[in-house]
């Protein structure tokens, strides 16, 4: 278990009346950069009869408060966990109530600017990523943010500023798709056909089963005048998922061409 195996770094209960009604744990965790001070947080439990209460966030603010007296990065897997289990406006009570705790924690305003742009408020989750940015992230998780605010610049149609943050992203990690995916929308949205068609072609190299992806890259294909190639390209799109509607309709509009032709 985590206590005979020297993990378990804290362990709090929350008592009632003299009676047990929650209990939180914070195990250590090893990273494989070899970096310290890292904590996972649960289990988490609480009484049935004391949910509703506040129990388990009052207990994980309390271990949270500990741990960073311990100097540990306790507080990033609390707000994953809680981004996990929540969401809309219970979440952005929590990552309140945890900012309070942790003042400039980048990761708290990139699962707020992740809730945001879930729930379509893409403007506010833009001033979140960017927030995020400016909180110093670790390195890894530069690639995340980038992408993230990319893809609000890319539905406010802002074209360049979302090239430029996507292209800082993938710099950084060049073997994500979503990176090439937005940056071949971009193009796309820009005319820029080549440049589209190369950014979908390394999408679907980097993940083969992506069906959006395979589409896209026949659509720019088709736009270059390559016909056989575009064709086969939607017929691996609708292959994967028959129910992207523009590739089955430009599928259909080049194989009738086609018969037409003959």
Same mark, same amino acid.
């Given at each position: 278990?985590?206590?005979?195996?020297?993990?378990?770094?804290?362990?709090?209960?929350?008592?009632?009346?003299?009676?047990?009604?929650?209990?939180?744990?914070?195990?250590?965790?090893?990273?494989?950069?070899?970096?310290?001070?890292?904590?996972?947080?649960?289990?988490?439990?609480?009484?049935?009869?004391?949910?509703?209460?506040?129990?388990?966030?009052?207990?994980?603010?309390?271990?949270?408060?500990?741990?960073?007296?311990?100097?540990?990065?306790?507080?990033?897997?609390?707000?994953?966990?809680?981004?996990?289990?929540?969401?809309?406006?219970?979440?952005?009570?929590?990552?309140?109530?945890?900012?309070?705790?942790?003042?400039?924690?980048?990761?708290?305003?990139?699962?707020?600017?992740?809730? #945001?742009?879930?729930? @379509? %408020?893409?403007?506010? +989750?833009? =001033?979140?990523?960017?927030? /995020? &940015?400016?909180?110093? *992230? !670790?390195?890894?998780?530069?690639?995340?943010?980038?992408?993230?605010?990319?893809?609000?610049?890319?539905?406010?149609?802002?074209?360049?500023?979302?090239?430029?943050?996507?292209?800082?992203?993938?710099?950084?990690?060049?073997?994500?798709?979503?990176?090439?995916?937005?940056?071949?929308?971009?193009?796309?949205?820009?005319?820029?056909?080549?440049?589209?068609?190369?950014?979908?072609?390394?999408?679907?190299?980097?993940?083969?089963?992506?069906?959006?992806?395979?589409?896209?890259?026949?659509?720019? #294909?088709?736009?270059? @005048? %390559?016909?056989?190639? +575009?064709? =086969?390209?939607?017929?691996? /799109? &609708?292959?994967?998922? *028959? !129910?992207?509607?523009?590739?089955?309709?430009?599928?259909?509009?080049?194989?009738?061409?086609?018969?037409?032709?003959?």
């Amino acid at each position: 278990g985590l206590r005979s195996g020297r993990a378990l770094a804290l362990s709090l209960v929350a008592e009632l009346d003299g009676v047990v009604v929650g209990h939180v744990a914070f195990s250590r965790v090893d990273i494989s950069d070899g970096s310290t001070g890292w904590y996972c947080l649960g289990p988490l439990a609480v009484t049935a009869s004391a949910r509703g209460a506040g129990v388990g966030g009052r207990l994980v603010r309390e271990g949270l408060a500990r741990l960073r007296a311990m100097g540990g990065n306790g507080g990033l897997f609390a707000a994953r966990l809680a981004a996990d289990l929540l969401g809309g406006d219970a979440l952005e009570t929590q990552l309140a109530a945890m900012q309070a705790l942790l003042p400039g924690a980048y990761y708290l305003s990139f699962y707020r600017g992740r809730s #945001l742009y879930e729930r @379509g %408020e893409i403007e506010a +989750a833009l =001033a979140a990523f960017d927030q /995020a &940015l400016a909180e110093g *992230p !670790t390195g890894e998780d530069l690639p995340y943010l980038y992408s993230y605010k990319g893809c609000c610049l890319r539905d406010l149609a802002r074209w360049d500023e979302a090239v430029v943050a996507l292209e800082q992203g993938l710099a950084l990690d060049e073997e994500r798709p979503d990176l090439h995916n937005a940056l071949g929308v971009c193009a796309y949205k820009t005319g820029r056909h080549s440049d589209a068609v190369a950014h979908f072609r390394r999408a679907v190299a980097l993940n083969p089963v992506s069906a959006i992806d395979y589409a896209n890259l026949a659509l720019n #294909l088709e736009r270059l @005048g %390559e016909r056989d190639e +575009a064709i =086969a390209n939607y017929e691996i /799109a &609708l292959g994967q998922d *028959p !129910t992207i509607e523009f590739a089955l309709e430009r599928l259909t509009g080049l194989l009738t061409a086609d018969q037409e032709e003959c």
